[in-house]
């Protein structure tokens, strides 16, 4: 069936260094990508966003990349901070699913000090 | 968590009992939507609703029941027929296919 997932469950990174994290999905109809961020017993936080018609998209130390001919997915965090660690999700829709977001099954960042 | 406001932030329900989550938004999003999050688990979809008095069931709405009577509003009750309701609880929001944003989050623990 359709699905969104994450290649590693759990990410360790040295403080100052840059983190990668990717997602796999497979349904070639996605056009629209999300990552989120979560935070131990908050909800998810808004990270970054991408349409089917770009491939790469940056924000403020995070860069995301598309890849549609493979389906993949990835979140680059620069000059990753303690703050970071957290679990983070990709989320994809498409125009047929309306609103609905699937959700991969996330990754946890720590980050080392 | 912008203008989601989820309440309460814990609740605690007896085996049998009905509960309700509240859910409200002061973004004026048309669309809402509730997720269930199992520990160390992605989130999986209950229900939904793209417009004021419409909702649809989503991936997982066995046992559970909405309303829509406010735009701001997204009331959700887990019903004493969810067998496992334990469980951390999302409510978000939108304007139409753009981005979700979320509340903080109701922690419900039967006891």
């Known amino acids: 069936g359709e699905s969104v997932g994450l290649h590693l469950p759990t990410l360790s990174v040295q403080e100052g260094d840059n983190s990668i994290i990717n997602c796999a999905y497979s349904n070639s109809a996605s056009d629209y990508f999300i990552w989120y961020k979560q935070e131990s017993g908050k909800g998810p936080q808004f990270i970054i966003d991408?349409?089917?018609?770009?491939d790469k998209r940056q924000g403020q130390r995070v860069t995301v990349l598309l890849n549609k001919t493979v389906k993949h997915l990835s979140l680059q965090i620069a000059a990753t901070q303690p703050g970071d660690s957290a679990v983070y999700f990709c989320a994809e829709t498409n125009a047929a699913a309306g609103n609905k977001l699937t959700f991969g099954g996330g990754t946890r960042v720590l980050v080392k000090p | 968590d912008g203008g989601i406001t989820q309440s309460p932030k814990y609740l605690f329900r007896k085996e049998g009992q009905n509960v309700t989550l509240s859910c409200e938004q002061n973004?004026?999003?048309?669309?809402m939507y509730w997720y269930r999050q199992d520990p160390g688990q992605g989130l999986r979809l209950i229900y939904y609703?793209?417009?004021?008095?419409?909702?649809q069931k989503g991936d997982i709405a066995e046992g559970y029941s909405v309303s829509r009577e406010k735009k701001e509003s997204f009331p959700l009750t887990v019903t004493s027929a969810q067998k496992n309701p334990t469980a951390f609880y999302l409510c978000?929001?939108?304007?139409?296919?753009?981005?979700?944003?979320f509340g903080p989050g109701t922690r419900l623990t039967v006891l």
């Open positions: 973004l004026n999003h048309d669309a």
């Open positions: 978000a929001s939108s304007r139409g296919q753009d981005t979700q944003y």
């Open positions: 609703s793209q417009i004021v008095n419409d909702f």
């Open positions: 991408i349409r089917s018609n770009m």
